[in-house]
Every structure is written in C-alpha cells, then in structure tokens.
C-alpha cells in the first residue's frame, strides 16, 4: 500500500452549508492543489490537473469564477467513485476493504501535475470516516455548518430528493419539513466520526461577515503560508451577505414552530437560538 496523503485539507459539511464558496477561495491559496471538474469528468486522466496551474493566472481567476468548462475545484464524486466506489451513496464496510492504492497514487499525481506540496478536497453529507482514513495520513478537517433552517431553505430551493417530482410547488411542505430535517440530522449524526482527526469546526455565518478574517484563521489552522496574494483574491470575492437568516421569510410561523422543534438539538449544540425569529 502507498503511503497515505500526508496534510490534506478535507472541507467538509452537512451539504447547502457554504462549502461550495469556501471551497472555492481556499483552494485558491497558491499551497494547494485540488480536483478539478476536468479530472472529475476524466477521473483516468489526473494529468489534466496541469491545468489547475491557469487559476494563478489572476485575470483568468477572475475572468472564470462561475463559469462552467474551466478548470475549478470540483467535489468529484465522479472521481471518487472511480477510485473507490460506493463514496457517493457511501458505504463504510466496502471502503474499509476496497483496494485503495490506484486513489492514493492518483491524488499524488494530481499533486504532482499541479505543482503543489498539499491536497484540498471537498465533502458533504456523510462523515466518510472510513474513507478519509483510508486515504489520508493526519488530514484536517474544516467542517462548516451553517444555521440547520438555513440550510433546508436551500434543500427547498435545490428540490433536494424531488429533483424529478412533478409539481413540487404543490407538495405538503410540514411533509418536507420532517424530510428534510431528518436528512440534516442523519448528516449531523455522523459528524462525530470526525472528532477522531485533526477537526476544526467553522461557520458559514462567520465566513460572510468578515471573509478575510475567517480565511486569515483558516489558513493558521491548518498551517498555510501566508500570502499577500491569497489574501487580495479572499477580498475580490462577493459574498451574499443576504444569506444569512433567510428561513425568517421563506417560512411560516407554524412551520418555524415545527423546525424548531425538530432541529433543537442541533441548534442548541451549534449555537443557534431555537426560538429566534
């Protein structure tokens, strides 16, 4: 067996939290390499992390946030899977015995193609402890939450579990309700796999009220260089600060009752007032 991915960075969360844009940025610090969309689609050709190098360049950073067919950091399921099969709808007792050493090896290479001494990868949803480690030696774990309403307003909006109902609009929404918070907590159940690694845990509500000083700590945790650049790109970025509180009008008075009641033990531990509306 290889030798396990020493140091990486594992961005993680319950999923519709702010990964995404915190993935994004940070993978940006000129440390890290990352998987990108192209080695996603092409989970045989790591090589294609060579162009990861083009994000360096700062008017095609800038020229390409957003845009799909470029190469971006990418959650890579498809990659994964490639690799390791059953990450995706992930089963622990298959990853514990999968062969892992063609996943290792190519992490490295994509390492390798990019130029970078560090890995960054992005999950959601479940812990995946197996897997992580499995795959990595001494990884640290940035796992952002984010208010649990919140983060069900956008299963709303994502029509998470419904991409293909008909008429979602019409659905009973305290049914989605109860369905949607139990997707939470089975995500939320499972972060405790993850005490056992080097774990930080963050909030999205931080990340958008002062992004450079939630990535200015984020960098010393997980002990990246500091960099004049990074920091500029960190101060580009435009973050919604609308995004914070958003159940207080996508939902009902009922319906808040019935979160609350449903969500109280996540709340309280992350913090987050039950009753606050």
Do not use: C
């Not at 795959?135 to 991409?163: C, E, G, M, N, T």
């Not at 650049?229 to 019935?258: C, M, Q, T």
């Amino acid at each position: 067996m290889p030798e396990r991915i020493r140091g990486a960075i594992v961005i993680h969360g319950p999923g519709r939290s702010g990964t995404t844009l915190f993935n994004n940025i940070l993978s940006l610090h000129p440390d890290l390499a990352w998987i990108s969309g192209y080695v996603n689609k092409f989970p045989y050709l790591p090589q294609l992390a060579f162009l990861n190098r083009l994000q360096s360049i700062n008017a095609f950073e800038r020229a390409t946030r957003g845009r799909r067919y470029f190469p971006r950091p990418a959650e890579a399921y498809d990659f994964w899977d490639f690799h390791l099969k059953r990450v995706r709808n992930y089963d622990a007792g298959f990853v514990a015995t999968a062969e892992i050493d063609r996943l290792v090896g190519s992490l490295k290479t994509i390492m390798q193609w990019h130029g970078k001494s560090r890995l960054i990868v992005k999950l959601t949803g479940l812990a995946r402890g197996e897997m992580l480690r499995r795959a990595f030696d001494d990884p640290v774990i940035l796992y952002l939450d984010r208010d649990p309403r919140d983060v069900i307003v956008s299963y709303f909006k994502q029509r998470w579990l419904h991409k293909r109902t008909p008429d979602f609009e019409k659905l009973d929404r305290l049914k989605l309700i109860r369905q949607y918070a139990d997707l939470y907590k089975s995500f939320y159940s499972t972060k405790k796999e993850l005490s056992k690694f080097n774990l930080r845990q963050l909030k999205y509500e931080d990340l958008v009220a002062d992004p450079g000083g939630f990535f200015s700590k984020v960098a010393s945790y997980a002990e990246l260089s500091d960099n004049g650049r990074f920091s500029h790109l960190v101060r580009s970025w435009n973050v919604e600060k609308g995004a914070i509180g958003k159940w207080r009008a996508f939902f009902k008075s009922n319906e808040v009752a019935l979160l609350n009641e449903l969500l109280a033990g996540p709340l309280r531990q992350l913090g987050y007032l039950v009753m606050g509306q």
